[in-house]
């Protein structure tokens, strides 16, 4: 019956990385069951490169610890192994490996990751030497909604231009766009999955966050932070068309608003 069992649990690595490889091939019932599109820029792909990298270095792992383990259980397994059990009390070189090797693995990966985090959370696009890209948008998260706040024809947030939205997008294509991203009650996180962008919302902060889309279409905005009851509604979209597209529909967007705030006759 040993037998049994070990061969059972050889199934965890068999199908575990059975399960991986055909979601990323897209095969049946797995469509659509691995990474979002990337329609991001450098950093996007970036991204990916280290998320696949560390999902190879955990699967060897992972699949060599699951080896070792159905070893073990068919080896020693009671029913064929007459010999009795020896125990022995812990191994100082053992533990030395066992602490070195994750800690230069670990240590390998902070350093191997510097220059990607620190051109997605760092070094924010700029306009010209010194002098950092204004925010597109700032966005509101809050329960269970993102405000948005464009800056209008001035390029800047705060003035008598603003157009507001909410849950609705709009980004150039093929530009640098930094969006600011504030909470007005509890804690969120504005992710883009297609863009590989996710920033805590943290209230009582500013944070900005910056990236480039690379093509046209209409994605997903969600919060990736436990909010509230009404967390799973908290979506919106974003629609990524060229300047030219973008400058009209903002336009449009401040056309309409004028229109809404000021249609009410006098006295009402
Ligand atoms: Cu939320």
Known sequence: MGRFWSLLFLM?????????????AGFWPMQNH?????????????IDGLFLFILGLTGVIFVATGLVFFWFLWKYDAAVTTEP????????????????????ALLFI?????????????????????????????ITGRQFEWRIRYAGKDGIIGTEDDVFKVNDLHLPINEDVVLLIKSQDVLHSFFLPHLRVKQDVVPGMQQFVWFQAK?????DIVCAELCGWGHYK??????????????????QAWQEQEVSSFALPAGE
Not at 34 to 46: M, R, S, T
Not at 215 to 219: F, V
Request: aromatic share 12%; glycine share 8%; with cysteine.
């Open 234 to 251: 908290m979506r919106g979209r974003f629609v990524v068309q060229n300047r030219a597209e973008f400058d009209k529909w903002l336009e």
């Open 110 to 138: 902070a350093i191997f990751q510097m220059s990607v985090w620190a051109n997605t959370k760092i070094k924010r696009p700029e306009l010209s030497p010194g002098v950092a890209r204004p925010a597109l948008a700032e």
């Open 12 to 24: 965890v690595p068999i199908l575990g990385v059975l399960c991986f490889v055909w979601a990323m």
């Open 85 to 104: 059990v020896k125990y022995f009390h812990g191994s100082h070189q053992l533990e030395v490996i066992w602490s070195i090797i994750p800690a230069a």
């Open 215 to 219: 093509r046209p279409g209409t994605y």
């Open 34 to 46: 691995w990474l979002p599109e990337n329609i991001g820029g450098a950093d996007a792909h970036a």
